[in-house]
C-alpha cells in the first residue's frame, strides 16, 4: 500500500489520471454527439424519402391534369372546327341568297306601286330602300319579330301601300 501512495503522491500519476478523466468525458461526449448525429440523419432520411414521395405524387397529379386540360383543349378545338364548318355551311346554305333577293324585290315592287311615274330612278331608289330594309331587319329587334311572327315584319310596307291606296282611292 505504501507503493500505491507513492504512485499517487508522483504529479505524473496525477497528469495521468487526469488525462484519462477527459479522455472518458471525451468519448462519452462523442458515443452521445454519435448517437444525436445517427438518430439526425435517420429523420433527415424518412423527411427527405417523405418529401420524394409528396414530390412524385404531386408530379404524377400534375401531369394528369395537365393530360386531362390537353384533351380537353383538343376536343374543344375541333368542336370550334366543326361549329366553325357548320356555320360556313349554313351561310352558303343555297336558298338563302335567293330569298333575300326575293324580298328586297317584293319590297322594291311594293314601292314602285305608290312612285310609279319616273320609273328607272324610282326603281333604283326604291331598291336600295328595300336592301337598307332587309339589312336593317336582319339586325335587333325586327330580326327576332320576323322570326317569331313572320307576318309582321311586312306590317309597316304593307300599310304604306294600303295608306297609298287609299289616298289615290279618295281623289278619284
Given at each position: 500500500?505504501?507503493?500505491?501512495?507513492?504512485?499517487?503522491?508522483?504529479?505524473?500519476?496525477?497528469?495521468?489520471?487526469?488525462?484519462?478523466?477527459?479522455?472518458?468525458?471525451?468519448?462519452?461526449n462523442n458515443i452521445t454527439v454519435k448517437g444525436h448525429l445517427k438518430k439526425e440523419i435517420?429523420?433527415?432520411?424518412?423527411e427527405r424519402n417523405d418529401l420524394q414521395k409528396h414530390l412524385n405524387t404531386q408530379l404524377k397529379i400534375n401531369a394528369a391534369g395537365?393530360?386531362?386540360?390537353?384533351?380537353?383543349?383538343?376536343?374543344?378545338?375541333?368542336?370550334?372546327e366543326i361549329l366553325r364548318m357548320n356555320l360556313s355551311t349554313l351561310q352558303q346554305k343555297p336558298g338563302k341568297q335567293e330569298a333575300k333577293q326575293l324580298h328586297v324585290t317584293e319590297n322594291a315592287v311594293r314601292m314602285m306601286r305608290e312612285q310609279a311615274p319616273g320609273?328607272?330612278?324610282?326603281?333604283?331608289r326604291a331598291l336600295q330602300q328595300a336592301e337598307s330594309d332587309y339589312a336593317n331587319a336582319e339586325n335587333g329587334l325586327q330580326k327576332?319579330?320576323?322570326?317569331?311572327?313572320?307576318?309582321?315584319?311586312?306590317?309597316?310596307?304593307?300599310?304604306?301601300e294600303v295608306k297609298?291606296?287609299?289616298?289615290s282611292g279618295s281623289d278619284s
Open positions: 500500500m505504501d507503493t500505491f501512495l507513492t504512485i499517487l503522491k508522483h504529479p505524473f500519476t496525477w497528469g495521468l489520471l487526469l488525462g484519462i478523466l477527459i479522455l472518458i468525458f471525451v468519448l462519452k435517420k429523420r433527415l432520411t424518412e395537365n393530360e386531362a386540360l390537353d384533351k380537353q383543349v383538343l376536343e374543344l378545338k375541333e368542336h370550334n320609273f328607272a330612278p324610282a326603281w333604283e327576332i319579330v320576323r322570326k317569331i311572327l313572320p307576318s309582321l315584319g311586312q306590317t309597316s310596307n304593307q300599310t304604306l297609298s291606296k287609299d289616298s
